[in-house]
Protein backbone atom coordinates (compact mmCIF):
# COMPACT_ATOMS: atom_id res chain seq x y z
CA UNK A 1 0.00 0.00 0.00
CA UNK A 2 1.10 3.46 -0.70
CA UNK A 3 2.04 5.52 1.94
CA UNK A 4 -0.18 8.50 0.43
CA UNK A 5 -2.65 7.58 -1.96
CA UNK A 6 -5.14 9.94 -4.32
CA UNK A 7 -7.06 9.64 -7.07
CA UNK A 8 -5.10 10.21 -10.42
CA UNK A 9 -8.20 11.93 -12.31
CA UNK A 10 -8.57 13.20 -14.47
CA UNK A 11 -10.76 15.98 -13.58
CA UNK A 12 -12.40 17.18 -16.75
CA UNK A 13 -14.31 20.28 -15.08
CA UNK A 14 -16.13 23.48 -16.69
CA UNK A 15 -15.07 27.22 -15.34
CA UNK A 16 -17.21 27.72 -12.60
CA UNK A 17 -17.55 24.50 -11.46
CA UNK A 18 -16.49 23.18 -7.91
CA UNK A 19 -13.92 20.18 -8.01
CA UNK A 20 -13.00 18.66 -4.35
CA UNK A 21 -9.72 15.87 -4.62
CA UNK A 22 -8.87 13.15 -1.54
CA UNK A 23 -6.00 11.71 -0.36
CA UNK A 24 -5.59 9.12 2.14
CA UNK A 25 -2.28 8.17 4.31
CA UNK A 26 -1.07 5.15 5.78
CA UNK A 27 1.36 6.54 8.13
CA UNK A 28 -0.86 7.24 11.94
CA UNK A 29 3.08 9.12 13.04
CA UNK A 30 2.59 11.80 10.13
CA UNK A 31 2.81 15.06 11.56
CA UNK A 32 1.55 17.96 9.36
CA UNK A 33 0.00 18.01 5.81
CA UNK A 34 -0.03 20.01 2.31
CA UNK A 35 -1.29 20.70 -1.14
CA UNK A 36 1.35 21.14 -3.40
CA UNK A 37 0.30 22.15 -7.16
CA UNK A 38 2.70 21.30 -10.34
CA UNK A 39 2.08 22.82 -13.34
CA UNK A 40 2.87 20.56 -16.78
CA UNK A 41 6.54 20.24 -16.38
CA UNK A 42 6.96 22.58 -14.24
CA UNK A 43 8.45 22.34 -10.22
CA UNK A 44 5.71 21.72 -7.66
CA UNK A 45 4.54 24.92 -5.65
CA UNK A 46 3.22 24.77 -2.27
CA UNK A 47 -0.34 25.68 -2.47
CA UNK A 48 -1.62 25.29 1.12
CA UNK A 49 -0.78 23.84 4.55
CA UNK A 50 -3.43 21.67 5.87
CA UNK A 51 -4.60 22.22 9.31
CA UNK A 52 -6.55 20.15 11.62
CA UNK A 53 -9.35 22.49 12.19
CA UNK A 54 -9.95 22.86 8.46
CA UNK A 55 -8.84 26.13 6.84
CA UNK A 56 -9.87 28.04 3.77
CA UNK A 57 -7.29 30.49 1.38
CA UNK A 58 -9.59 32.10 -1.14
CA UNK A 59 -11.34 29.66 -3.54
CA UNK A 60 -9.38 26.86 -1.63
CA UNK A 61 -10.70 24.81 1.38
CA UNK A 62 -8.77 22.27 2.50
CA UNK A 63 -9.37 19.87 5.53
CA UNK A 64 -7.52 17.04 7.58
CA UNK A 65 -9.47 13.91 9.44
CA UNK A 66 -6.75 12.51 11.49
CA UNK A 67 -8.99 9.45 12.66
CA UNK A 68 -9.93 8.45 9.07
CA UNK A 69 -6.42 9.33 8.14
CA UNK A 70 -7.67 11.63 5.02
CA UNK A 71 -7.01 15.11 3.55
CA UNK A 72 -9.37 16.71 0.98
CA UNK A 73 -8.67 20.14 -1.31
CA UNK A 74 -11.95 21.80 -2.82
CA UNK A 75 -11.75 23.98 -5.28
CA UNK A 76 -14.96 26.69 -5.89
CA UNK A 77 -15.32 28.53 -8.49
CA UNK A 78 -13.02 26.94 -10.76
CA UNK A 79 -10.63 28.69 -13.29
CA UNK A 80 -8.90 28.02 -16.46
CA UNK A 81 -5.63 28.81 -14.24
CA UNK A 82 -6.26 26.04 -11.91
CA UNK A 83 -5.44 23.05 -14.38
CA UNK A 84 -2.78 21.83 -12.80
CA UNK A 85 -1.66 18.20 -11.00
CA UNK A 86 -2.81 18.43 -7.84
CA UNK A 87 -0.04 16.53 -4.89
CA UNK A 88 -1.01 15.81 -1.50
CA UNK A 89 1.63 15.71 1.02
CA UNK A 90 2.76 14.05 4.71
CA UNK A 91 5.36 15.23 6.34
CA UNK A 92 6.68 12.11 8.77
CA UNK A 93 9.18 13.10 11.32
CA UNK A 94 12.30 10.59 10.85
CA UNK A 95 14.55 10.93 13.84
CA UNK A 96 16.42 14.01 13.19
CA UNK A 97 14.41 14.88 9.89
CA UNK A 98 10.71 15.15 8.52
CA UNK A 99 10.39 13.38 5.21
CA UNK A 100 7.61 14.78 2.38
CA UNK A 101 6.19 11.85 1.67
CA UNK A 102 4.02 12.83 -1.75
CA UNK A 103 1.18 11.36 -3.39
CA UNK A 104 0.81 10.54 -7.25
CA UNK A 105 -0.81 13.64 -7.68
CA UNK A 106 -4.55 14.28 -8.84
CA UNK A 107 -4.31 16.03 -12.39
CA UNK A 108 -7.45 18.75 -13.01
CA UNK A 109 -8.07 20.17 -16.35
CA UNK A 110 -10.73 23.18 -16.42
CA UNK A 111 -12.41 24.05 -19.54
CA UNK A 112 -13.87 26.82 -21.35
CA UNK B 1 15.86 37.39 -5.43
CA UNK B 2 17.26 33.89 -7.67
CA UNK B 3 15.13 31.21 -6.46
CA UNK B 4 16.48 27.78 -6.66
CA UNK B 5 19.00 26.97 -9.49
CA UNK B 6 19.78 23.37 -11.00
CA UNK B 7 22.10 22.51 -13.58
CA UNK B 8 21.82 21.11 -15.73
CA UNK B 9 18.36 21.50 -16.88
CA UNK B 10 19.02 18.34 -19.39
CA UNK B 11 20.86 15.55 -19.85
CA UNK B 12 21.48 12.21 -21.46
CA UNK B 13 23.64 9.18 -20.59
CA UNK B 14 24.14 5.46 -20.83
CA UNK B 15 23.50 2.76 -18.71
CA UNK B 16 26.79 2.47 -16.77
CA UNK B 17 27.96 5.94 -16.61
CA UNK B 18 28.23 8.72 -13.60
CA UNK B 19 25.91 11.65 -12.99
CA UNK B 20 26.64 14.36 -10.87
CA UNK B 21 23.80 16.97 -10.35
CA UNK B 22 24.10 20.47 -8.59
CA UNK B 23 21.42 22.68 -6.90
CA UNK B 24 21.95 26.07 -5.27
CA UNK B 25 19.33 26.91 -2.81
CA UNK B 26 17.86 30.20 -2.47
CA UNK B 27 19.73 32.64 -0.14
CA UNK B 28 19.66 32.03 3.44
CA UNK B 29 18.16 28.28 3.05
CA UNK B 30 20.72 26.31 4.82
CA UNK B 31 18.14 23.05 3.72
CA UNK B 32 18.50 21.16 0.87
CA UNK B 33 16.51 18.19 -0.06
CA UNK B 34 16.75 15.90 -3.34
CA UNK B 35 13.62 14.20 -5.18
CA UNK B 36 13.42 11.74 -7.91
CA UNK B 37 10.37 12.35 -10.23
CA UNK B 38 9.10 9.47 -12.36
CA UNK B 39 6.77 10.31 -15.11
CA UNK B 40 3.16 10.22 -14.04
CA UNK B 41 4.08 10.35 -10.22
CA UNK B 42 4.74 12.26 -7.61
CA UNK B 43 8.19 13.31 -5.91
CA UNK B 44 9.88 10.83 -4.29
CA UNK B 45 12.39 11.67 -1.31
CA UNK B 46 15.91 10.74 -2.10
CA UNK B 47 18.22 12.95 0.25
CA UNK B 48 18.13 16.16 2.87
CA UNK B 49 20.89 18.08 3.89
CA UNK B 50 20.98 20.96 6.29
CA UNK B 51 24.04 22.43 7.55
CA UNK B 52 26.62 20.10 6.28
CA UNK B 53 25.10 17.18 7.41
CA UNK B 54 22.67 14.30 6.23
CA UNK B 55 19.13 14.69 7.82
CA UNK B 56 17.48 12.19 5.85
CA UNK B 57 17.52 9.57 3.44
CA UNK B 58 14.86 7.54 1.21
CA UNK B 59 14.73 4.35 0.33
CA UNK B 60 17.16 4.32 -3.12
CA UNK B 61 20.12 2.34 -3.48
CA UNK B 62 24.08 3.45 -2.77
CA UNK B 63 24.74 4.13 -6.04
CA UNK B 64 23.20 7.57 -5.01
CA UNK B 65 24.85 9.88 -2.79
CA UNK B 66 25.01 13.28 -2.19
CA UNK B 67 26.53 16.41 -0.02
CA UNK B 68 26.37 19.97 0.55
CA UNK B 69 29.19 22.53 0.72
CA UNK B 70 29.63 25.30 2.97
CA UNK B 71 28.09 27.82 0.75
CA UNK B 72 24.98 25.17 1.12
CA UNK B 73 25.15 24.03 -2.43
CA UNK B 74 24.57 20.30 -2.84
CA UNK B 75 25.16 17.95 -5.53
CA UNK B 76 23.82 14.46 -6.20
CA UNK B 77 26.14 11.53 -7.33
CA UNK B 78 24.65 8.94 -9.16
CA UNK B 79 26.73 5.75 -10.07
CA UNK B 80 26.15 3.17 -12.47
CA UNK B 81 23.16 4.54 -14.36
CA UNK B 82 20.39 2.20 -14.78
CA UNK B 83 17.63 3.21 -17.47
CA UNK B 84 15.10 3.02 -14.29
CA UNK B 85 17.27 6.00 -12.91
CA UNK B 86 15.82 8.44 -16.34
CA UNK B 87 13.48 10.98 -14.35
CA UNK B 88 13.15 14.48 -13.28
CA UNK B 89 15.70 15.04 -10.16
CA UNK B 90 14.08 18.29 -8.01
CA UNK B 91 16.36 20.10 -5.61
CA UNK B 92 14.09 21.73 -3.46
CA UNK B 93 15.50 24.10 -0.23
CA UNK B 94 13.87 25.38 2.89
CA UNK B 95 14.71 27.57 5.55
CA UNK B 96 15.05 24.72 8.13
CA UNK B 97 15.00 20.76 8.06
CA UNK B 98 11.82 20.80 9.87
CA UNK B 99 9.41 22.43 7.14
CA UNK B 100 6.45 21.38 5.12
CA UNK B 101 7.66 24.55 2.73
CA UNK B 102 10.05 23.22 0.22
CA UNK B 103 10.77 25.77 -2.71
CA UNK B 104 11.43 23.55 -5.37
CA UNK B 105 14.11 24.30 -8.66
CA UNK B 106 13.47 23.54 -12.05
CA UNK B 107 15.23 20.25 -12.06
CA UNK B 108 16.92 18.34 -13.91
CA UNK B 109 15.94 16.34 -16.56
CA UNK B 110 17.95 12.77 -16.82
CA UNK B 111 17.44 10.21 -19.67
CA UNK B 112 19.58 6.92 -19.66
CA UNK B 113 19.90 5.20 -22.91
Known amino acids: RKEVEQDPGPFNVPEGATVAFNCTYSNSASQSFFWYRQDCRKEPKLLMSVYSSGNEDGRFTAQLNRASQYISLLIRDSKLSDSATYLC?????????????FGSGTQLTVLP | DAGVTQSPTHLIKTRGQHVTLRCSPI?????VSWYQQVLGQGPQFIFQ???????GRGNFPDRFSARQFPNYSSELNVNALLLGDSALYLC????????????FGEGSRLTVL
Open chain 1, 89 to 101: VVNISSGSARQLT
Open chain 2, 49 to 55: YYEKEER
Open chain 2, 27 to 31: SGHKS
Open chain 2, 92 to 103: ASSFTPNTGELF
